[in-house]
């Protein structure tokens, strides 16, 4: 694997923000950000820290007044190069049912023309990938997945929607994500799911952690 090295930075007076270079790769992707998520769990538990913010290819950490920043940027240079001989952690499998095409899919079809393919090969396609839950970010709950299968990278909607209904499962560039409410959105909609992704009420409010693994089945089809 290419050796990373971090960008570290104070941000205002109580954050530290790390950050590493983007790779194209998919495999190293992966491993970079499974770093950065075994990095966010060691820092959770520690004293001085009051939140911790995994992204895509970077980790922000919100820090009591009384900690002294810089010798938190120290501290995560030293833990990230740690994280280099850790084993990719396997991580919670979650199922989750579609419903694909049809209303609740309503690009599903210009998808799959767009591809030279039938709804049934994007269906296929999309129901085979090996997701992993990269980071959650845009709403409350909304997992950006890694793993969606090659055939199926499609750039965004030149024109988002103004209003995407809760469970929609969409295609965004090298990834599929679903939205856990009713929001503004640019991705290609194929279907959706009932499972409830974000629950403010619950100790957990996010299904999906990063690290997670996702498996989608088809649970109907209406076009």
Same mark, same amino acid.
């Given at each position: 694997? #290419?050796?990373? %090295? ?21 495999? #190293? ?17 520690? +004293? ?6 995994? !992204?895509? /290819? ?5 820090? %009591? ?15 990230? #190069?740690?994280?280099?001989? $850790? ?14 095409? !049809? ?11 767009? @591809?030279?393919? /039938? ?6 396609? &999309? ?22 299968? /090659? ?23 090298? #990834?599929?994500? $679903? ?8 991705? &290609?909609? $194929?279907?959706?799911? @009932? $499972? ?12 999906? %952690?990063? !690290? +997670? ?11």
């Amino acid at each position: 694997m #290419q050796s990373l %090295s971090p960008q570290i930075s104070i941000v205002g007076e109580h954050q530290v923000f790390l950050g590493v270079p983007v790779v194209s790769d998919p495999e #190293q992707c992966l491993h970079t950000q499974s770093r950065i998520w075994q990095l966010a769990h060691k820092c959770q538990d520690r +004293d001085g820290v009051l939140e911790t913010v995994p !992204g895509m /290819n970077n980790l922000t950490l919100r820090l %009591s007044d009384n900690q002294d920043p810089e010798v938190w940027c120290r501290w995560l240079e030293s833990e990230f #190069q740690r994280t280099a001989s $850790i084993e990719m952690p396997k991580g919670r499998e979650h199922i989750i049912p579609v419903a694909y095409g !049809g209303e609740e899919g309503p690009d599903l079809q210009t998808l799959a023309s767009r @591809h030279g393919l /039938n709804c049934r090969d994007i269906i296929r396609l &999309h129901t085979q990938g090996d997701y992993r839950v990269l980071f959650i970010g845009f709403l409350p709950g909304f997992p950006y997945l890694s793993g969606l299968p /090659n055939e199926l990278h499609t750039p965004r909607l030149a024109t988002p929607r103004q209003a995407v209904p809760a469970g929609s499962v969409g295609i965004g560039g090298a #990834q599929t994500g $679903i939205y856990p409410c009713k929001a503004p959105g640019g991705w &290609h909609l $194929i279907g959706r799911t @009932h $499972i409830e992704l974000f629950d403010p009420k619950s100790n957990s409010p996010c299904l999906l %952690s990063p !690290g +997670d693994r996702v498996i989608f089945v088809e649970g109907g089809y209406d076009a």
